[in-house]
Protein backbone atom coordinates (compact mmCIF):
# COMPACT_ATOMS: atom_id res chain seq x y z
CA UNK A 1 0.00 0.00 0.00
CA UNK A 2 1.16 3.25 -0.99
CA UNK A 3 2.64 5.41 2.00
CA UNK A 4 0.46 8.26 1.19
CA UNK A 5 -2.79 6.21 2.98
CA UNK A 6 -6.10 6.62 1.28
CA UNK A 7 -5.13 9.61 -0.93
CA UNK A 8 -5.62 8.08 -4.31
CA UNK A 9 -2.94 8.66 -6.42
CA UNK A 10 -3.77 11.26 -9.27
CA UNK A 11 -4.03 9.71 -12.94
CA UNK A 12 -2.03 11.35 -15.23
CA UNK A 13 -3.26 14.23 -17.82
CA UNK A 14 -3.24 13.05 -21.28
CA UNK A 15 -1.61 16.02 -23.10
CA UNK A 16 -1.98 16.32 -27.09
CA UNK A 17 1.86 16.38 -28.84
CA UNK A 18 2.62 19.95 -30.01
CA UNK A 19 2.92 19.79 -33.59
CA UNK A 20 5.84 21.57 -34.98
CA UNK A 21 6.00 23.75 -37.95
CA UNK A 22 7.75 23.95 -41.13
CA UNK A 23 9.51 21.69 -42.84
CA UNK A 24 9.10 19.12 -39.76
CA UNK A 25 5.42 19.79 -39.24
CA UNK A 26 2.80 16.27 -39.30
CA UNK A 27 2.16 14.88 -42.78
CA UNK A 28 -1.06 14.67 -41.74
CA UNK A 29 -1.77 18.12 -39.90
CA UNK A 30 -4.18 20.67 -41.74
CA UNK A 31 -2.05 23.29 -40.05
CA UNK A 32 -0.83 25.51 -43.04
CA UNK A 33 1.33 28.90 -44.21
CA UNK A 34 -0.55 31.85 -45.15
CA UNK A 35 0.94 31.08 -48.21
CA UNK A 36 0.28 27.65 -49.16
CA UNK A 37 -2.49 26.97 -51.87
CA UNK A 38 -5.99 27.55 -51.75
CA UNK A 39 -8.35 24.33 -51.35
CA UNK A 40 -10.72 24.66 -54.55
CA UNK A 41 -13.57 22.45 -54.29
CA UNK A 42 -14.95 21.59 -57.45
CA UNK A 43 -18.61 20.37 -57.11
CA UNK A 44 -20.12 18.08 -59.87
CA UNK A 45 -23.29 19.29 -61.50
CA UNK A 46 -24.31 23.04 -62.02
CA UNK A 47 -24.41 25.28 -58.68
CA UNK A 48 -27.83 25.05 -57.12
CA UNK A 49 -29.46 26.35 -53.98
CA UNK A 50 -29.06 23.38 -51.40
CA UNK A 51 -26.05 21.93 -53.87
CA UNK A 52 -24.46 19.40 -51.46
CA UNK A 53 -20.85 20.71 -52.34
CA UNK A 54 -22.46 24.03 -50.02
CA UNK A 55 -22.31 21.96 -47.23
CA UNK A 56 -18.80 20.30 -47.57
CA UNK A 57 -17.00 23.43 -47.92
CA UNK A 58 -18.66 24.34 -45.34
CA UNK A 59 -17.48 21.60 -43.19
CA UNK A 60 -14.20 21.68 -44.34
CA UNK A 61 -13.95 25.46 -43.33
CA UNK A 62 -15.36 25.08 -39.84
CA UNK A 63 -13.06 22.00 -39.17
CA UNK A 64 -9.90 23.46 -40.68
CA UNK A 65 -9.55 26.97 -40.19
CA UNK A 66 -5.74 27.41 -41.14
CA UNK A 67 -6.81 26.28 -45.22
CA UNK A 68 -8.32 28.92 -47.16
CA UNK A 69 -10.97 27.42 -49.18
CA UNK A 70 -12.69 27.85 -52.33
CA UNK A 71 -16.09 26.64 -54.47
CA UNK A 72 -16.94 26.09 -57.95
CA UNK A 73 -18.91 23.52 -60.02
CA UNK A 74 -17.52 20.96 -62.91
CA UNK A 75 -20.86 21.33 -64.98
CA UNK A 76 -20.43 22.75 -68.66
CA UNK A 77 -16.94 23.67 -69.59
CA UNK A 78 -15.96 24.52 -66.30
CA UNK A 79 -17.31 28.20 -66.60
CA UNK A 80 -17.87 28.11 -62.58
CA UNK A 81 -14.80 26.40 -61.81
CA UNK A 82 -13.09 29.06 -63.83
CA UNK A 83 -14.31 31.80 -61.47
CA UNK A 84 -13.17 30.06 -58.11
CA UNK A 85 -9.78 30.32 -59.91
CA UNK A 86 -9.91 33.40 -60.79
CA UNK A 87 -10.59 34.69 -57.27
CA UNK A 88 -7.92 32.50 -56.58
CA UNK A 89 -5.37 34.24 -58.77
CA UNK A 90 -6.67 37.73 -58.16
CA UNK A 91 -5.52 36.61 -54.24
CA UNK A 92 -2.44 35.57 -54.99
CA UNK A 93 0.27 36.25 -52.78
CA UNK A 94 3.78 34.92 -53.48
CA UNK A 95 5.12 32.29 -55.83
CA UNK A 96 4.07 29.25 -53.68
CA UNK A 97 0.34 30.78 -54.26
CA UNK A 98 -1.80 28.35 -56.00
CA UNK A 99 -4.46 25.94 -56.26
CA UNK A 100 -5.25 22.48 -55.49
CA UNK A 101 -8.23 21.52 -56.58
CA UNK A 102 -10.26 18.32 -55.45
CA UNK A 103 -13.24 16.90 -57.47
CA UNK A 104 -16.50 16.16 -55.40
CA UNK A 105 -16.83 12.82 -57.34
CA UNK A 106 -16.77 9.65 -55.53
CA UNK A 107 -15.11 7.83 -58.89
CA UNK A 108 -13.31 9.18 -62.14
CA UNK A 109 -15.16 10.54 -64.79
CA UNK A 110 -12.98 11.61 -67.53
CA UNK A 111 -14.91 14.65 -68.97
CA UNK A 112 -14.87 15.87 -65.70
CA UNK A 113 -11.57 15.55 -65.22
CA UNK A 114 -10.48 17.41 -68.83
CA UNK A 115 -12.30 20.14 -67.58
CA UNK A 116 -10.80 20.68 -64.40
CA UNK A 117 -7.17 20.47 -65.90
CA UNK A 118 -8.04 22.18 -68.32
CA UNK A 119 -9.74 25.26 -66.19
CA UNK A 120 -6.54 25.27 -64.18
CA UNK A 121 -4.15 25.24 -66.77
CA UNK A 122 -6.06 28.55 -68.31
CA UNK A 123 -5.97 30.39 -64.85
CA UNK A 124 -1.71 30.29 -64.99
CA UNK A 125 -2.26 29.23 -61.24
CA UNK A 126 0.65 26.90 -60.44
CA UNK A 127 -1.23 23.92 -58.55
CA UNK A 128 -2.67 20.23 -59.22
CA UNK A 129 -5.57 18.47 -59.57
CA UNK A 130 -6.51 15.40 -56.77
CA UNK A 131 -7.77 12.19 -57.47
CA UNK A 132 -11.89 11.84 -56.97
CA UNK A 133 -13.03 11.32 -52.98
CA UNK A 134 -13.20 7.64 -53.74
CA UNK A 135 -12.56 5.02 -53.59
CA UNK A 136 -12.03 5.21 -49.96
CA UNK A 137 -12.71 2.88 -46.72
CA UNK A 138 -14.61 5.91 -45.26
CA UNK A 139 -17.22 5.56 -47.86
CA UNK A 140 -18.34 2.15 -46.55
CA UNK A 141 -19.05 3.28 -43.03
CA UNK A 142 -21.11 6.62 -45.11
CA UNK A 143 -23.31 4.18 -47.29
CA UNK A 144 -23.88 2.08 -44.04
CA UNK A 145 -25.32 4.94 -42.44
CA UNK A 146 -27.61 6.00 -45.78
CA UNK A 147 -28.70 2.79 -45.91
CA UNK A 148 -29.87 2.69 -42.32
CA UNK A 149 -31.87 5.97 -42.57
CA UNK A 150 -33.20 4.12 -45.30
CA UNK A 151 -34.33 1.59 -43.18
CA UNK A 152 -32.38 -0.91 -45.57
CA UNK A 153 -29.45 -1.60 -42.88
CA UNK A 154 -28.89 -2.30 -39.10
CA UNK A 155 -27.49 0.83 -37.89
CA UNK A 156 -24.99 -0.78 -36.07
CA UNK A 157 -23.43 1.25 -33.29
CA UNK A 158 -25.55 4.22 -34.65
CA UNK A 159 -28.26 5.20 -32.16
CA UNK A 160 -31.94 6.41 -32.36
CA UNK A 161 -32.40 4.15 -35.64
CA UNK A 162 -34.69 1.03 -35.84
CA UNK A 163 -34.97 -0.76 -38.59
CA UNK A 164 -38.28 -3.75 -39.03
CA UNK A 165 -37.04 -5.37 -42.18
CA UNK A 166 -33.12 -5.10 -43.80
CA UNK A 167 -32.14 -5.75 -47.36
CA UNK A 168 -30.18 -9.09 -47.73
CA UNK A 169 -29.15 -7.51 -50.53
CA UNK A 170 -27.54 -4.54 -51.93
CA UNK A 171 -26.87 -3.12 -55.59
CA UNK A 172 -24.02 -0.06 -55.43
CA UNK A 173 -25.37 1.70 -58.10
CA UNK A 174 -22.18 3.64 -59.76
CA UNK A 175 -22.13 6.51 -61.96
CA UNK A 176 -19.94 7.26 -64.35
CA UNK A 177 -19.86 4.46 -66.58
CA UNK A 178 -18.40 0.89 -66.95
CA UNK A 179 -14.50 2.16 -66.41
CA UNK A 180 -16.07 3.72 -62.82
CA UNK A 181 -17.38 0.48 -61.45
CA UNK A 182 -13.99 -1.23 -60.70
CA UNK A 183 -12.67 1.00 -58.32
CA UNK A 184 -16.21 1.33 -56.48
CA UNK A 185 -15.48 -2.45 -55.85
CA UNK A 186 -12.92 -1.68 -53.16
CA UNK A 187 -15.60 -0.12 -51.26
CA UNK A 188 -18.43 -2.54 -51.96
CA UNK A 189 -16.50 -5.10 -50.33
CA UNK A 190 -15.95 -3.05 -47.39
CA UNK A 191 -19.72 -2.80 -47.08
CA UNK A 192 -20.60 -6.18 -47.44
CA UNK A 193 -18.26 -7.02 -44.48
CA UNK A 194 -19.98 -4.04 -42.42
CA UNK A 195 -23.70 -5.38 -43.48
CA UNK A 196 -22.69 -9.15 -43.74
CA UNK A 197 -24.66 -9.48 -46.82
CA UNK A 198 -23.86 -9.57 -51.00
CA UNK A 199 -23.25 -6.24 -52.19
CA UNK A 200 -22.87 -5.78 -56.14
CA UNK A 201 -21.27 -2.79 -57.92
CA UNK A 202 -23.29 -1.76 -61.40
CA UNK A 203 -23.15 1.03 -63.57
CA UNK A 204 -26.05 3.13 -62.85
CA UNK A 205 -26.50 4.59 -65.86
CA UNK A 206 -26.73 1.62 -67.72
CA UNK A 207 -30.25 -0.63 -66.26
CA UNK A 208 -29.29 -3.97 -67.63
CA UNK A 209 -26.00 -4.12 -65.69
CA UNK A 210 -28.25 -2.82 -62.37
CA UNK A 211 -30.87 -5.57 -63.39
CA UNK A 212 -27.92 -8.53 -63.99
CA UNK A 213 -26.49 -7.17 -60.02
CA UNK A 214 -29.57 -7.53 -59.17
CA UNK A 215 -30.39 -11.33 -60.69
CA UNK A 216 -26.97 -12.30 -59.61
CA UNK A 217 -27.74 -11.00 -55.83
CA UNK A 218 -31.16 -13.23 -56.20
CA UNK A 219 -29.71 -16.11 -57.40
CA UNK A 220 -27.15 -16.11 -54.17
CA UNK A 221 -30.32 -16.13 -51.81
CA UNK A 222 -30.76 -12.58 -51.43
CA UNK A 223 -34.72 -11.88 -51.18
CA UNK A 224 -35.09 -8.35 -50.22
CA UNK A 225 -32.57 -5.62 -52.05
CA UNK A 226 -31.65 -2.07 -51.51
CA UNK A 227 -29.67 0.30 -54.34
CA UNK A 228 -27.34 2.16 -52.94
CA UNK A 229 -25.86 5.73 -54.95
CA UNK A 230 -22.39 5.41 -54.58
CA UNK A 231 -22.87 9.50 -55.36
CA UNK A 232 -22.64 12.82 -54.11
CA UNK A 233 -25.81 14.05 -55.90
CA UNK A 234 -26.07 16.18 -58.42
CA UNK A 235 -23.09 14.29 -60.82
CA UNK A 236 -25.66 12.19 -62.23
CA UNK A 237 -29.43 11.94 -63.01
CA UNK A 238 -30.89 10.88 -59.42
CA UNK A 239 -34.44 11.82 -60.26
CA UNK A 240 -34.35 8.30 -62.22
CA UNK A 241 -33.19 6.25 -58.91
CA UNK A 242 -36.76 5.88 -57.57
CA UNK A 243 -37.62 3.93 -61.16
CA UNK A 244 -34.35 2.02 -61.16
CA UNK A 245 -34.80 0.73 -57.89
CA UNK A 246 -38.68 -0.38 -58.75
CA UNK A 247 -37.34 -2.22 -61.72
CA UNK A 248 -35.66 -4.58 -59.35
CA UNK A 249 -37.74 -4.52 -56.63
CA UNK A 250 -35.40 -2.61 -54.45
CA UNK A 251 -35.62 0.31 -52.12
CA UNK A 252 -33.34 3.51 -52.88
CA UNK A 253 -31.32 5.32 -50.30
CA UNK A 254 -30.15 8.81 -50.34
CA UNK A 255 -27.22 9.52 -52.17
CA UNK A 256 -24.35 10.42 -49.87
CA UNK A 257 -24.73 14.24 -50.43
CA UNK A 258 -23.17 16.76 -47.56
CA UNK A 259 -22.16 13.83 -45.51
CA UNK A 260 -19.50 15.02 -43.06
CA UNK A 261 -17.20 12.00 -44.60
CA UNK A 262 -16.71 13.84 -47.47
CA UNK A 263 -15.64 16.96 -46.39
CA UNK A 264 -12.61 14.50 -44.16
CA UNK A 265 -11.37 13.15 -47.57
CA UNK A 266 -11.66 16.29 -49.52
CA UNK A 267 -9.01 17.75 -46.60
CA UNK A 268 -6.96 14.72 -46.77
CA UNK A 269 -6.47 14.92 -50.57
CA UNK A 270 -5.79 18.37 -50.00
CA UNK A 271 -3.15 17.78 -47.54
CA UNK A 272 -1.66 14.72 -49.43
CA UNK A 273 -1.47 16.91 -52.51
CA UNK A 274 0.53 20.36 -51.04
CA UNK A 275 3.13 17.85 -48.76
CA UNK A 276 3.44 16.01 -52.50
CA UNK A 277 4.32 19.56 -53.51
CA UNK A 278 6.27 20.55 -50.79
CA UNK A 279 8.29 17.53 -50.86
CA UNK A 280 12.31 17.52 -52.05
CA UNK A 281 12.92 16.16 -55.23
CA UNK A 282 14.56 12.79 -55.56
CA UNK A 283 18.05 12.53 -55.62
CA UNK A 284 19.09 12.34 -59.15
CA UNK A 285 15.70 13.80 -60.80
Not at 82 to 93: F, H, M, Q, T, Y
Not at 145 to 153: N, V, W
Not at 226 to 253: K, M, N, Q, S
Request: hydrophobic share 45%; no cysteine; charged share 15%.
Amino acid sequence: MSSQGNVPHPLPMRNRPLLPGGRHRNPLSTERSSDAPVLVLAGPGPAAEGHPADAIAHLVRADNPDISVDLGYSAGAATALADALARVASADAGPRRGAVVVPLTLAPVPAVERDIRAALERSGLPGTVTAPLGPHPSLAEALHQRLAEAGQARPDRMRMLSVITAADGVVLAVPGGAEAVPPAGVVAVLLAARLGVHVVPAAMDDPGAVRSAAEQLRGSGATRLALAPYAVGPETHLAGLPELARGIGATAAEPLGGHPTLARIATMRYVEAVNAMEAPPAPGS
